[in-house]
């Protein structure tokens, strides 16, 4: 049986990536980054160790004792522990850092990927096993946007598009053709939470992939922490690029954003 590594960060995502690559014939050994991961993705793969997110050395080894030669990477890992002592990095990782052009995620996860294949193993595009999950065309739900809310996806797909090529973030929140958030280092929750208390009701949140997207990390995702920012702060729409962003727990999310009349596309602009 081939097995695959999974490193897991925060979120439903690793879980879910597990499931497809048992179905396809896989068994799945996981580094849980701890404080990251959650307990319950030992029930979801056939074994796990768990490691601290910043011993990059160890976590590797752990890997390669295993015999893991392809791993794949799910679940958020913020980079926004680097700046709030919330992890201590070991001697590999500290080497990392020090060698990076800048603290962009593509320069982070590239310099990581290439420590990866320096030891023997190769990292596999995360969407290689979450292609059940890829938002789909259209109006997934009861709610459609309006004609104006349809244009404030327009905008902000535009402009997060930009935002993604400067490796600045994903999502934007947008109301009235006016941009009120563009996520930075905080997250997609947090900036929709922040862009949402300024639009007040009625905000459009729009997420996409980098117009260079490496499919082997940072593929964009929602699921129910998604919605539950968004309805706290009373957004409307969820616009997610077509085939390109990851939906979490599609049925359920639907099923409650139809009950606060929120509404989820996938979307792609005419050329």
């Known amino acids: 049986m081939k097995k695959l590594g999974l490193i897991a960060g925060y979120g439903e995502l690793p879980s879910a990536v597990a499931a497809e690559a048992r179905a396809k014939g896989y068994s799945v050994f996981a580094v849980g980054l701890e404080p990251l991961a959650d307990r319950s993705l030992a029930s979801a793969v ?141 997250g997609t929750d947090e900036a929709i939470r922040r862009g949402g208390k300024l639009a007040g009701a009625g905000a459009v949140v729009i997420k996409v992939s980098k117009p260079r997207q490496d499919l082997r990390f940072d593929v964009p995702a929602v699921g129910m922490e998604t919605l539950a920012a968004m309805i706290e702060v009373r957004a409307r729409v969820l616009a997610v690029e077509r085939g390109k962003s990851i939906i979490l727990n599609r049925k359920e999310m639907l099923k409650k954003a139809d009950k606060y009349d929120i509404g989820i596309v996938g979307y792609q602009p005419k050329q």
């Open 46 to 186: 056939d074994e796990v160790k768990w490691i601290n997110v910043g011993k990059l050395g160890l976590i590797i080894d752990t890997l390669k004792k295993a015999g893991v030669a392809e791993a794949v990477l799910a679940g958020k890992v913020p980079k926004s522990l680097l700046y709030k002592s919330k992890i201590t990095p070991d001697l590999r990782a500290v080497k990392v850092l020090f060698s990076l052009k800048d603290r962009t995620d593509d320069s982070i996860m590239l310099a990581i990927t290439g420590e990866l294949a320096r030891d023997g193993i190769t990292l596999l595009n995360t969407t290689d096993f979450s292609v059940r999950l890829l938002a789909p065309d259209g109006v997934l739900g009861k709610h459609a946007p309006s004609k104006n809310e349809w244009k404030d996806i327009d905008f902000g797909f535009r402009i997060a598009k930009e935002m993604g090529r400067l490796d600045i973030g994903q999502t934007v929140v947008v109301k009235d053709m006016a941009v009120m958030a563009v996520e930075a280092i905080e």
